[in-house]
């Protein structure tokens, strides 16, 4: 059993889903909501280990509304000691608002059609990316802290800039939403004239529209926190369609082919989930004596696209400062070593095999 403790801050899907799966993995999980009866029904099925909040948590995970985050991020950060982080999925206005060295922004990159603590699972977040956003003020132990945290429940941290963040994300989360909506108005009003459209729907259209099913609510809060980065979004896809409705209306039919092609080739490299190493090589880094070293380190990953499959934190020979250790796969370590030392870091390499 580990001596780990953690506070989770509102107990809906992605909230719940981050204590059941720590109290699966020995942490020892206090609970609080916004509404009581959820609270007791986390306690009645041993989601949460305990109702309330621990002032002296390890780390305190606020997993409300995007909104909200801001001001229950600095209530928790004035009520607890140790460190706190979000699971919201709009990062600019939070890491702008909430300034502490103890804070590290966080979104977890992975969902479910359930709604709240009835979807609960402790192994959502298994293979999942898992955005952090440091600032440049974080602390390095916070953020080793935060990490650490995401590594057990089975994801994959990755570091980046609060503003990539929200125009990445726009992109791959939020507009297929909006898309999904859009397309299932247009279903909705042909079923108007045609009864039989929206059962004869197919695996494709119920594949497409699936993300459609999720909570107004919540919809309506990102797209006022991310409005900027959305309606951009937005503005492409809108031009891409009136493209392909162009090349569509015209019967070019090599155009149409060309772009069927490129979308299939994009589609076949998405990445998978992550894989177990067979041939794998340890990366360790002399942690430089400044805010914010650790957090480079992982965002240098993130930039040459290497997957870290683990790492640690030891104590340094040289002095007090901390070594990091990350595994990775040889295939990938001269890139990574490349990235390091064009930012001034001493990595030393050695193969595991």
């Given at each position: 059993?580990?001596?780990?403790?953690?506070n989770?801050?509102?107990?809906?899907?992605?909230?719940?889903s981050?204590?059941t799966?720590l109290v699966?993995r020995?942490?020892?999980?206090?609970g609080?909501?916004?509404?009581?009866?959820v609270v007791?029904e986390?306690?009645?099925r041993?989601?949460i280990?305990?109702a309330?909040?621990d002032?002296?948590a390890e780390?305190?995970?606020?997993?409300?509304p995007v909104s909200?985050?801001?001001?229950?991020?600095?209530e928790v950060?004035?009520?607890?000691?140790?460190?706190?982080?979000?699971?919201?999925?709009?990062?600019?206005?939070?890491v702008?608002d909430v300034?502490s060295?103890?804070?590290?922004?966080g979104?977890p990159?992975?969902?479910?059609e359930?709604?709240?603590?009835?979807g609960?699972d402790?192994d959502?977040f298994?293979g999942?990316?898992?955005?952090?956003t440091?600032a440049?003020?974080?602390d390095d132990?916070a953020?080793?802290?935060?990490a650490?945290?995401?590594?057990?429940?089975?994801?994959?941290?990755i570091?980046?800039?609060?503003?990539?963040h929200?125009r990445?994300?726009?992109?791959v989360s939020?507009?297929?939403h909006?898309?999904?909506?859009a397309?299932?108005?247009?279903?909705?009003?042909r079923?108007?004239?045609?009864?039989?459209?929206?059962?004869l729907a197919a695996?494709?259209?119920?594949?497409m529209t699936r993300?459609a099913?999720?909570?107004p609510?919540i919809?309506?809060?990102?797209?006022r926190?991310?409005r900027?980065a959305?309606?951009e979004?937005l503005?492409?896809?809108?031009?891409?369609l009136?493209e392909?409705?162009r090349v569509v209306a015209?019967?070019?039919d090599?155009?149409l082919?060309?772009?069927?092609?490129?979308?299939?080739?994009?589609?076949s490299?998405?990445?998978?989930?992550?894989?177990?190493?067979?041939d794998?090589?340890e990366?360790?880094i002399?942690?430089?004596?400044?805010?914010?070293?650790?957090?480079?380190?992982?965002a240098i990953?993130?930039?040459t696209g290497v997957?870290?499959?683990?790492?640690?934190?030891?104590?340094?020979?040289?002095g007090?400062?901390g070594?990091l250790v990350i595994?990775?796969?040889?295939a990938?370590?001269?890139l990574?070593?490349?990235?390091l030392l064009?930012r001034?870091?001493r990595?030393?390499?050695?193969?595991?095999a």
């Amino acid at each position: 059993m580990s001596d780990r403790t953690a506070n989770v801050v509102g107990l809906g899907l992605i909230g719940g889903s981050v204590a059941t799966g720590l109290v699966a993995r020995g942490w020892t999980v206090r609970g609080t909501d916004a509404d009581a009866a959820v609270v007791e029904e986390a306690l009645s099925r041993g989601v949460i280990s305990a109702a309330g909040t621990d002032p002296s948590a390890e780390v305190s995970i606020v997993a409300v509304p995007v909104s909200a985050v801001p001001t229950v991020a600095r209530e928790v950060l004035s009520t607890t000691s140790g460190v706190v982080t979000d699971l919201g999925s709009v990062k600019g206005a939070v890491v702008r608002d909430v300034a502490s060295p103890r804070f590290v922004g966080g979104h977890p990159m992975a969902g479910s059609e359930l709604h709240g603590l009835a979807g609960a699972d402790p192994d959502l977040f298994r293979g999942a990316m898992w955005v952090l956003t440091p600032a440049s003020t974080t602390d390095d132990a916070a953020f080793q802290t935060v990490a650490s945290l995401v590594r057990d429940l089975g994801a994959e941290p990755i570091v980046l800039e609060a503003e990539v963040h929200d125009r990445l994300v726009a992109i791959v989360s939020h507009l297929p939403h909006l898309t999904a909506a859009a397309l299932m108005g247009v279903a909705m009003r042909r079923a108007t004239d045609h009864g039989a459209v929206l059962r004869l729907a197919a695996g494709g259209f119920r594949d497409m529209t699936r993300v459609a099913s999720g909570s107004p609510r919540i919809w309506i809060d990102i797209c006022r926190e991310n409005r900027s980065a959305i309606v951009e979004s937005l503005d492409e896809l809108v031009s891409a369609l009136v493209e392909t409705r162009r090349v569509v209306a015209e019967g070019d039919d090599v155009r149409l082919a060309a772009s069927l092609q490129a979308a299939r080739d994009a589609r076949s490299n998405l990445p998978g989930r992550i894989r177990e190493l067979r041939d794998a090589s340890e990366v360790r880094i002399p942690i430089p004596d400044r805010a914010g070293a650790a957090a480079e380190i992982f965002a240098i990953a993130a930039e040459t696209g290497v997957n870290i499959a683990n790492f640690e934190v030891v104590h340094s020979t040289e002095g007090d400062r901390g070594v990091l250790v990350i595994v990775v796969e040889s295939a990938q370590r001269d890139l990574f070593r490349g990235g390091l030392l064009a930012r001034g870091y001493r990595p030393t390499v050695s193969s595991l095999a």
